[in-house]
């Protein structure tokens, strides 16, 4: 067995340690939630037969966040540097539009659409939200939330 993060030689061979995993289960759609040790986590997603649209905008201060749609499609409602308001939209079908980075800082919102089976893998140090179990998860503002509801609702 060669050596990797995941792996500690010992005298009588190698002990295997894997990511850690949690397993959520939210308005029938199914996440499994993998920490690395390094850090990172990765989680893979699979949204509802009815899909599901996350109004609530975030923005994390130290990671950023690499969405990969494997099926289906979700739409991403992200605010750009300059404050402009831009879409865009993942689906399995397009291979030049299968991934998107988030970068830190950046509010964004997400819709599933049905079934969809998309990765989500966190890179970075995380910068822990106090309010949020010291997950580093923030909350977009007002002006945000408001343009993500509208974005959604017309979808």
Not at 73 to 93: C, K, M, T, W
Not at 99 to 114: D, L, M, R, T, W
Not at 136 to 153: C, H, N, P, R, T
Request: hydrophobic share 30%; aromatic share 10%; proline share 5%.
């Amino acid at each position: 067995m060669s050596e990797s993060i995941f792996t500690r030689k010992t005298e009588g061979g190698s002990i295997v340690t894997p990511p850690s995993c949690e397993v959520k289960m939210t308005d029938g759609g199914l996440q499994l939630r993998f920490k690395l040790p390094t850090g990172g986590k990765v989680s893979i997603s699979e949204a509802p037969p009815e899909g599901k649209i996350e109004k609530r905008g975030h923005y994390h201060r130290g990671l950023l966040e690499v969405y990969t749609v494997h099926s289906g499609e979700i739409r991403i409602l992200y605010r750009d540097q300059y404050g402009r308001f831009e879409q865009v939209i993942l689906s399995h079908q397009y291979a030049d539009a299968c991934c998107f980075e988030v970068q830190k800082g950046v509010c964004h919102a997400i819709s599933q659409g049905p079934c969809a089976v998309f990765t989500t893998q966190t890179i970075g140090t995380p910068v822990g939200n106090p309010e949020r179990n010291g997950n580093d998860w923030y909350l977009a503002d007002e002006g945000f939330q408001k343009k993500a509801e509208e974005y959604f609702s017309e979808k």
